[in-house]
């Protein structure tokens, strides 16, 4: 099982950097079929072959993934798609 971990800083105050995590959700979920809950500080973010989340901290984001064995084939235009949209939204 591959994994991807990212951590990302942030300036932003709490409730415009969960909006900007809110707007990342929605383009994953039309994207690639996910599903996308909140529970407090943190999105989690779920489909076949994908099991993850994003931390939302005081002054950076963790995104942390489980890439199934398909999806594990994936994982380099994977990470660097997140870690090209955090660069924009953050």
Do not use: Y
């Amino acid at each position: 099982m591959s994994r991807i971990d990212i951590r990302h800083p942030h300036a932003l105050p709490k409730a415009k950097a969960k909006k900007a995590i809110d707007e990342v959700a929605k383009k994953l979920a039309e994207r690639f079929q996910m599903e996308c809950a909140w529970n407090g500080d943190i999105l989690n973010f779920t489909r076949s072959g994908v099991d993850g989340q994003i931390e939302l901290g005081k002054d950076d984001l963790h995104v942390h993934a489980k890439l199934g064995f398909l999806t594990a084939m994936f994982k380099d235009p994977i990470e660097n798609e997140i870690k090209r949209v955090l660069q924009e939204r953050f």
